[in-house]
């Protein structure tokens, strides 16, 4: 019996039980807290990393078209500057006086 009476003084009494419960549940509840508000936190975080990341693709890509554009354009640019020297050419022999053999091949 001395024992048990022994027992039930250590232990602390049911208001104090109650009193300690009850910090307990609302230390839960902050933590609860804390934890959907950085959940919410991480979550916004990880969309605007997700925007970062498509924006940075769709600039690479667009970067990459510009390139090819540009590609592209100076190819035609020497195509037509090739071309243009040609025709210059072709006016500046047609332009030349023909020779008296190159009559005698018309003749023929």
């Keep these: 019996y001395e ?4 027992n039930i003084v250590k232990r602390p009494s049911i208001y104090q039980t109650k009193r300690r419960l009850t910090q307990i549940y609302s230390d839960i509840d902050d933590l609860q807290l804390k934890r959907r508000k950085a959940d919410e936190h ?3 975080r990880r969309k605007q990393f997700q925007a970062l990341m498509q ?3 769709d600039l690479k890509n667009s ?4 390139a090819a ?3 592209v354009q100076d190819k035609v640019n020497a195509a037509n500057a090739t071309i243009a020297t040609d025709t210059n050419n072709d006016n500046d022999n047609d ?3 023909k020779s008296k053999d190159d009559n005698d091949e018309n003749v023929e």
């Design 63 to 66: 970067l990459e078209e510009d």
């Design 95 to 97: 332009k030349s006086p």
């Design 55 to 57: 924006n940075i693709f």
């Design 69 to 71: 554009r540009q590609d």
């Design 42 to 44: 991480v979550d916004m």
């Design 3 to 6: 024992k048990i009476c022994e």
